[in-house]
């Protein structure tokens, strides 16, 4: 592997990992009162579990697209959040943040082995490639990670 490729492999995970020129997952979910993770913020239509979820969610759905073994495309938006009236215990607000680490973990092991092709366009999604995956995912998590912290501040959780 090349000096430029170990490069540009550490940036792309920096970028998953968050934190950069923004806030990271882990500060916005941090010390978050359990009493309001299925509290609507003002002339939101869901709760601050319902917006962790999504992103797991979504980011779970990148990971099984990049595999692509037996990739089944959800329906928008409908499997991509929780039911509008779904509540979260305060085990489950863990577990959604235990799956979302699991699976940076796994999008940020795909990036870091350089056996992975990361332009090769994806076997079973020609149009598409890994690298476009891993920027789609860090860029969504950027947006609503930031909505999360901005939420917070709103609803005065922090």
Partial sequence: MSANDKEFRKQLVALLRG????????????DFPMAQINAHPTNVPYTFWHLLEHLRIAQRDILDYIHGTDYR???????????????????????TIRQFHED??????????AGTDLTA????????N???Q????????????GE???????????
């Fill in 19 to 30: 934190g950069q020129a923004y806030m990271t997952f882990d500060h916005a979910v941090a």
């Fill in 73 to 95: 495309e959800l329906a928008w938006p409908k499997e991509y959040w929780p039911a509008p009236d779904a509540q979260a215990t305060p085990e489950q607000w863990e577990q």
């Fill in 104 to 113: 940076r973990r796994a999008l940020q092991a795909i990036v870091e082995n």
């Fill in 121 to 128: 366009p994806l076997p079973h999604a020609p149009q598409h």
């Fill in 130 to 132: 890994i690298l476009r």
């Fill in 134 to 145: 891993i920027l789609v995912v860090a860029d969504h998590n950027a947006y609503h990670t």
């Fill in 148 to 158: 999360l912290g901005i939420l917070r501040q709103v609803m005065n959780l922090w």
